[in-house]
């Protein structure tokens, strides 16, 4: 995040919090943040000063920060990732964690050039293959075992400690060839050295889903994890659905990771009517998901919604539960004295048309609707992503919309 300056105090009036705990208020508050982005006063029509900078929220609900689990945002460092400003704040996102686009070998320019300028809490899981994401899948991260180097990721992390909240891997034939559920292996080892968790990419098998479930543990993190791909499905496998339901209760995180590829409101609706629910909501938003079909965090918030989760597990997916996992405290946010970080959003009633990742369409009847994103004494309005005009683009194997 950006250096601290005092700023002018800002007064929010009007909002409805929720997803605060027992503490949450039962109505209506003010909020009044000093110039150091610190609470000064939560209640109910709080007075009014000429220095204040006022932000009337009409009645709209406020929520801590929403923290998106899986983005892609290193941006001019790899050929796929999109800019923090274009999921982060102004998408009503506080924190955003990068799923993997940096490797050992271009972490420090990720951090340099993202982490430390971007006004958005960013955090990274990082890459098990060195390079990371540098030419996404056209020069893949993992195809053996010398793209792999253990002494330089124990380097990088002892380093970047207070950066880096996991590892990522790739376990798809896309990325690692016939390599299997080694990389994942090799993966578990170092997080279990480094005492964090792994996040494993699920997709075209092998690895197959069931042999990753297998090797992860309580805190471990599976992101795609209501994909409709052939062979990775939770629904076309009754065995493996089981075997997800019961690493979901021991504590495995079932996320998202909405993506080009890898969600299916099919498998989504079906899973939640069995009353397995995803852990926490993220995009994988990235230069080919962004425009089509993910659009940014609130769509996919709302499609979850559409298929059956309730609006405070919503909510809580994108606030305590990706929280939980990179260790950001989601205590006393509303107390004051702590450091302002909110996300001030509507549900609406919307007609909205939405696509998956399969190409199959829902009407979303309930948008969620960002309004602001507030980072200390700062209130960014935020809205949702208006995708442009799709068009045909050619790559290495024919064409496709973006
Ligand atoms: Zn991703």
């Excluded at 027992?22 to 007075?47: C, F, K, Y």
Aim: charged letters at 20%; proline letters at 4%; a negative charge.
């Amino acid at each position: 995040m950006t250096g601290e300056q005092a700023r002018k105090p800002l007064l929010l009036t009007n909002v409805k919090p929720m997803a605060f705990g027992a503490e949450t208020p039962g109505s209506a508050v003010d909020i009044l943040i000093d110039g150091n982005g610190r609470i000064a006063q939560v209640g109910p029509q709080l007075s009014v000063s000429h220095e204040m900078i006022c932000v009337d929220g009409k009645g709209a609900w406020i929520s801590p920060g929403w923290v998106d689990l899986h983005v892609h945002i290193w941006h001019g460092g790899t050929d796929i990732s999109v800019r923090p400003s274009e999921c982060g704040a102004e998408r009503g996102v506080t924190t955003l964690v990068d799923a993997g686009s940096a490797g050992e070998a271009n972490f420090h320019g990720f951090r340099e050039y993202i982490i430390d300028t971007a006004r958005e809490r960013i955090k990274a899981f990082l890459n098990l293959g060195s390079i990371g994401l540098v030419a996404c899948n056209r020069v893949a991260e993992l195809r053996d075992i010398r793209d792999i180097d253990l002494d330089r990721i124990l380097e990088c992390y002892a380093e970047n400690s207070e950066h880096i909240v996991g590892i990522k891997v790739r376990a798809s034939h896309v990325i690692t060839g016939s390599w299997g559920a080694t990389p994942v292996k090799l993966g578990k080892k170092i997080s279990k050295i480094l005492k964090v968790p792994m996040m494993v990419h699920v997709g075209e098998p092998p690895a197959l889903y069931d042999e990753v479930l297998e090797i992860l543990g309580p805190g471990d993190v599976i992101t795609h994890c209501f994909n409709g791909k052939a062979g990775s499905s939770i629904m076309e496998d009754e065995d493996l659905f089981d075997l997800a339901q019961r690493c979901a209760g021991e504590g495995i995180r079932l996320d998202i990771g909405h993506g080009g590829a890898s969600f299916s409101f099919k498998v989504a609706e079906a899973a939640i009517k069995r009353g397995l629910l995803p852990f926490s909501i993220s995009t994988d938003l990235h230069g080919h998901s962004m425009n089509f079909p993910v659009w940014d965090l609130a769509t996919t918030m709302s499609k979850l919604l559409c298929v059956g989760m309730p609006f405070d597990k919503v909510v809580a997916a994108v606030t305590h539960a990706p929280a939980s996992v990179i260790k950001l405290s989601m205590e006393n946010r509303l107390a004051v004295g702590q450091r302002a970080d909110f996300t001030v959003f509507d549900l609406v009633d919307s007609d909205v048309e939405a696509t998956d990742s399969n190409g199959d369409v829902s009407v979303l009847m309930k948008l969620f609707e960002p309004r602001y994103a507030v980072i200390g004494s700062e209130a960014i309005a935020a809205s949702r992503y208006i995708p442009r005009a799709r068009r045909l683009v050619r790559h290495s194997h024919g064409y496709s919309y973006r």
